[in-house]
Structure formats: C-alpha cells, structure tokens
T-cell receptor
Framework: QKEVEQNSGPLSVPEGAIASLNCTYSDRGSQSFFWYRQYSGKSPELIMSIYSNGDKEDGRFTAQLNKASQYVSLLIRDSQPSDSATYLCAVNEEGAQKLVFGQGTRLTINP | GAGVSQSPSNKVTEKGKDVELRCDPISGHTALYWYRQSLGQGLEFLIYFQGNSAPDKSGLPSDRFSAERTGGSVSTLTIQRTQQEDSAVYLC?????????FGPGTRLLVL
C-alpha cells in the first residue's frame, strides 16, 4: 500500500515568517512530486512540481526533495494571510500515472 | 485555455435515487481521474481512465459506483441507489503527463 504522510496540523505561522510543510512517502520508486494548495470550499490547484533531488524555487515557494530519505517539503517565505489553506503533497506511483495524495496540512497565517 | 469543467456544480438528491456526474477534461489530456472528498478530509481516489479504458478502478467504494469515458474525452460517474454516506464533493482531474489539473467539483448532498 503506497502511502504519503503529512502532519495534518493545523500549522500556525505569523505573517512574514517562513512556513515549512513536510511530507514523507513510502514508494522508493516514485519519481514525481507535487504540492497542491486547496482553499476551503475550492478544488486543489498546483503550486509546485519537483523531480530531482535538491531545491526548486518559484517566487516565495521552494520545494525540497530528498529521495534517499523519501522526504519532500515546501517552504513558503514571507508568509501572507492569503497563503492560509490546506497543502496537499502528491507522489506518483512507480510505473503508473496515478498520484497518491497525502491527507493535507492545514496552514494558517496570522496577521 | 479552458480548464476542467464539471457539472452540475451542486446536486441534492433523495436517498435511493441515481445520480450522474459529468466531467469535461482539458482538451488533449489523455488521463482522467475521479476523487471524492468528504468534509475536512483528504482526497479519496475512485477511478482512473487512460483514454477510454480504466486501468485502475480500485477506489470505487461499492458496486453502486460506476464510471465511463467516451471518445477519450467526457466522463460520467454514476452512483446508483444513493446513500447518505455518499454525500461529498466529487472532484475530477485530467492530465497529459503526471501533473493533474482539477475541476471545480460537484457537491453532492443525499437527503
């Protein structure tokens, strides 16, 4: 059973600080990793994808991947109240196009 | 371009009735996915289509649930003899590679 684990939170971060979201996965063969953001009552939207070990930066967002540790994280710099949402980690199943989603971490940015 | 669309956006039905939910994927996307999300919960995978065939229908909760896809495009998820526990948001996603793009969802309420 392929699993993706996230701390459900809630994670509370003051405005302007760095929010750090973590995810571990069980399938060593996974090659593709995604972070989705889901606002309350809305559908998930893609924020970042990462495929290689190391960091990938896009604006205030940085995804970090460590395949040896089976760990992927998302850093949000200069957190804004509009970043308050649930963040879903998703990992592909080896040999399949299907993604396995974590349960999500609820993030609240406090003004 | 146009994103994934779903209809209806909301559906209220009585216990025991059948419902059909529709998904129009992004043009050219060969893969289509159905998920269910109950209030405050993560994404529950239901079924995955590659073209018109369903290589993975492992997530369908019971034989009351079925789905089809025609012309490699539109998909319909059918729930027969609805039960109150079927109440949830039903999300559709499509992809060309592994990155999935979600529709707005259908909010189903079974009374």
């Amino acid at each position: 059973q392929k699993e993706v684990e996230q701390n459900s939170g809630p994670l509370s971060v003051p405005e302007g600080a760095i929010a750090s979201l973590n995810c571990t996965y069980s399938d060593r063969g996974s090659q593709s990793f995604f972070w989705y953001r889901q606002y309350s009552g809305k559908s998930p939207e893609l924020i970042m994808s990462i495929y290689s070990n190391g960091d990938k930066e896009d604006g205030r967002f940085t995804a970090q991947l460590n395949k040896a540790s089976q760990y992927v994280s998302l850093l949000i710099r200069d957190s804004q109240p509009s970043d308050s949402a649930t963040y879903l980690c998703a990992v592909n199943e080896e040999g399949a196009q299907k993604l396995v989603f974590g349960q999500g971490t609820r993030l609240t940015i406090n003004p | 371009g146009a994103g994934v669309s779903q209809s209806p956006s909301n559906k209220v039905t009585e216990k025991g009735k059948d419902v059909e939910l529709r998904c129009d994927p992004i043009s050219g996307h060969t893969a289509l996915y159905w998920y269910r999300q109950s209030l405050g919960q993560g994404l529950e995978f239901l079924i995955y289509f590659q073209g018109n065939s369903a290589p993975d229908k492992s997530g369908l909760p019971s034989d009351r649930f079925s789905a089809e896809r025609t012309g490699g495009s539109v998909s319909t998820l059918t729930i027969q003899r609805t039960q109150q526990e079927d109440s949830a948001v039903y999300l559709c996603a499509s992809s060309f590679s592994e990155t999935q793009y979600f529709g707005p969802g259908t909010r189903l309420l079974v009374l």
